[in-house]
């Protein structure tokens, strides 16, 4: 018994020592439960943490492969929605939702479940992919199962010697892949297309299909001999041209022309005259053989004009056939056509170029596949197209004249990348005189634009056209015809629409 103290008083301190070992872990819990309710459940916070948890879940999707997901917060139930193209995706998005802000649980204050609320998507059938090349640049289309697919094939091309910058992927991703090694044969396709000048791969359900030109007889003979291992239960077939005679390749600012020429005498007036209609540097490589016949000389210089207006592309002689493949403007793949009929020569021609979009400013940075540009884009958009050239045609007709193609095209980017908006083409005629002959002419020449851009794709209900009105108000300079006849092309006013 310590000095001094009775028994009494060690009843007490033992009763003081029981209610201290009773009430302090009460105490501690008291404390911990207020200050968990303070946080997460208080009529203030609690908004305030359901808010950040949502903020969170949503960051966690910020990714354009998971545009199709939603998702809602309910305490600290996290509601997921959208239409999954595909089951891993689904399960992928799930997983990053709930773990979002943390571990998670009732305590630890992150996403406690997944509330799974989607649609998934049926399988696609036919299962299909290509690759075009068109010079230094690869664009990947279609559709493919997965991310990692498509990190694959990208390191596939890496692995070829192909810059990243080069390469151009617009895919979807969906489930329906065919059995047995699917990514494999596309890779085998990919593998014999950096080989070639220009060409394709295409690979549907199990079955691929490479083309394009190849540089040489050599290089065929190898494709078509890698071609014939493709992976077990699928098959394969090939259409590649490997004689040309004679090649010029454009790339930018850079052409190349290589193989023979008849002559001496045809290879420097060939070369003298691509120096006079490229600014780029031209790479003369030519040789000269003796052959029967040079009239696929004059096709050649027939069509050079058009073809060194391509982005990228491949010209060859084939020893009994002109070939171009590569990417151009629609105006210009038409005005070639008509350059190579035009000349009348003997040697037969194929004209495989692709369309591209004419390149404006107010698209620039635009994924056009998955996003809609707004009205003010669009708008800026087709004041930039309608400044790139003047609107003409042939004189007292209404045939579109050739210096007009730059601003053609230029609004028929416009028109495919803004389906949203409603365009009209406008019309006036102030002249003195046969104000109704005039009227008729402008008319025509109104609808001669309308078909133009018809026979190109874009929908009709995409296009009104006005009534031709007596004066000039509203439409402006840079697209003046003449002086006394107008026509141009405007986004329709919303009160209009």
């Known amino acids: 018994m310590p000095l001094g103290m009775g028994a009494a008083d060690i009843t007490m301190f033992e009763r003081r020592n029981i209610l201290d070992v009773l009430l302090i872990p009460i105490s501690c819990a008291g404390i911990a439960a207020l200050c968990w309710h303070a946080v997460y459940a208080g009529p203030v916070s609690a908004d305030k943490f359901e808010a950040r948890l949502e903020e969170a879940a949503r960051a966690s999707l910020d990714e354009e492969r998971f545009g199709w997901a939603h998702v809602e917060m309910d305490g600290q139930t996290a509601i997921l929605t959208g239409a999954a193209p595909t089951a891993q995706l689904l399960t992928r998005a799930r997983n990053r939702v709930l773990a979002s802000s943390g571990r998670g649980g009732f305590f630890r204050g992150g996403v406690t479940r997944v509330l799974d609320e989607t649609e998934l998507l049926p399988p696609v059938s036919p299962y299909a992919f290509s690759v075009t090349r068109h010079g230094d640049r690869f664009r990947l289309t279609g559709i493919l199962p997965d991310?990692?697919?498509?990190?694959?094939?990208?390191?596939?091309?890496?692995?070829?010697?192909?810059?990243?910058?080069?390469?151009?992927?617009?895919?979807?991703?969906?489930?329906?892949?065919?059995?047995?090694?699917?990514?494999?044969?596309?890779?085998?396709?990919?593998?014999?297309?950096?080989?070639?000048?220009?060409?394709?791969?295409?690979?549907?359900?199990?079955?691929?299909?490479?083309?394009?030109?190849?540089?040489?007889?050599?290089?065929?003979?190898?494709?078509?001999?890698?071609?014939?291992?493709?992976?077990?239960?699928?098959?394969?077939?090939?259409?590649?041209?490997?004689?040309?005679?004679?090649?010029?390749?454009?790339?930018?600012?850079?052409?190349?022309?290589?193989?023979?020429?008849?002559?001496?005498?045809?290879?420097?007036?060939?070369?003298?005259?691509?120096?006079?209609?490229?600014?780029?540097?031209?790479?003369?490589?030519?040789?000269?053989?003796?052959?029967?016949?040079?009239?696929?000389?004059?096709?050649?210089?027939?069509?050079?004009?058009?073809?060194?207006?391509?982005?990228?592309?491949?010209?060859?002689?084939?020893?009994?056939?002109l070939v171009i493949e590569g990417l151009a403007t629609p105006s210009v793949i038409d005005f070639l056509r008509e350059d190579f009929v035009r000349v009348g020569v003997s040697t037969d021609f194929t004209l495989n170029s692709q369309p591209a979009p004419t390149r404006l400013m107010a698209f620039e940075g635009l994924d056009s596949e998955t996003t809609h540009p707004s009205r003010d884009v669009c708008s800026a958009a087709l004041e930039e197209a309608l400044s790139l050239s003047s609107l003409n045609f042939r004189y007292a007709r209404d045939e579109l004249a050739r210096e007009s193609a730059p601003l053609l095209d230029g609004v028929l980017t416009v028109l495919q990348t803004c389906p949203d908006y409603q365009f009209e083409i406008d019309a006036a005629t102030h002249a003195d005189g046969r104000r109704i002959a005039l009227k008729n002419l402008t008319e025509d020449r109104q609808t001669a634009v309308l078909a133009y851009f018809i026979a190109r794709g874009v929908p009709l209900d995409q296009i009104v056209l006005t009534e031709v009105r007596q004066d000039s108000a509203g439409l402006p300079d840079p697209v003046s015809i003449d002086t006394d006849r107008q026509i141009s092309v405007r986004l329709r006013e919303l009160e209009d629409d």
């Open 147 to 321: 991310p990692d697919a498509m990190a694959r094939l990208e390191e596939v091309l890496i692995g070829e010697g192909i810059s990243p910058e080069f390469i151009q992927f617009d895919v979807a991703f969906r489930d329906g892949v065919p059995e047995g090694d699917w990514i494999g044969a596309v890779s085998l396709g990919l593998r014999q297309l950096v080989k070639l000048y220009d060409g394709e791969v295409d690979v549907t359900d199990r079955r691929i299909f490479v083309s394009g030109i190849a540089p040489n007889i050599d290089v065929r003979n190898d494709i078509i001999a890698q071609m014939a291992r493709p992976p077990s239960g699928y098959s394969v077939d090939a259409d590649i041209a490997g004689t040309a005679l004679w090649t010029a390749r454009l790339n930018g600012d850079h052409l190349i022309m290589e193989g023979s020429v008849p002559d001496a005498a045809d290879r420097t007036a060939l070369f003298e005259y691509t120096e006079q209609l490229f600014d780029g540097v031209v790479e003369n490589e030519m040789g000269v053989i003796p052959m029967r016949s040079d009239d696929w000389i004059r096709g050649v210089r027939a069509a050079l004009p058009g073809f060194l207006q391509h982005e990228s592309g491949v010209m060859a002689f084939m020893g009994d056939e």
